[in-house]
């Protein structure tokens, strides 16, 4: 069964803008592999967590601050598809 992404954020700090663009990203790269993407706002201030199914596998503030997409691909990439090829994200 394919993974739902799920990216709770924060709406008062107006991270919506944000979480929809990583949703793109997602959803651009990973579109025959993922069920699809959860925007979720948050009762929490602050939160901006990212999910893979019920696997946390990004938090902003245990990390002190936000991932670029080409790492968080990566790891999507790792639990979803690990044969997958990133192409230029791939590259270091």
Same mark, same amino acid.
């Given at each position: 069964?394919?993974?739902?992404? +799920?990216? *709770?954020?924060?709406? @008062?700090?107006?991270?919506?803008?944000?979480?929809?663009?990583?949703?793109? *990203? &997602?959803? +651009? +790269? /990973?579109?025959? =592999? #993922?069920? $699809? %993407?959860?925007?979720?706002?948050? *009762?929490?201030?602050?939160?901006? +967590? &990212?999910?893979? !199914?019920?696997?946390?596998? /990004? !938090?902003?503030?245990? %990390? $002190?601050? /936000? &991932?670029?997409? @080409?790492?968080?691909?990566?790891? &999507?990439?790792?639990? #979803?598809?690990? !044969?997958?090829?990133? $192409?230029?994200? =791939?590259?270091?």
């Amino acid at each position: 069964m394919k993974p739902t992404i +799920t990216i *709770e954020y924060c709406p @008062k700090c107006n991270w919506l803008l944000r979480a929809a663009y990583m949703a793109q *990203e &997602i959803l +651009t +790269t /990973f579109g025959e =592999d #993922v069920k $699809g %993407v959860l925007l979720q706002p948050s *009762e929490h201030n602050g939160r901006y +967590t &990212i999910y893979i !199914d019920d696997k946390k596998v /990004f !938090d902003r503030k245990a %990390v $002190g601050g /936000f &991932i670029e997409i @080409k790492s968080l691909k990566q790891l &999507i990439r790792d639990v #979803v598809n690990p !044969d997958k090829s990133l $192409g230029h994200s =791939d590259k270091k």
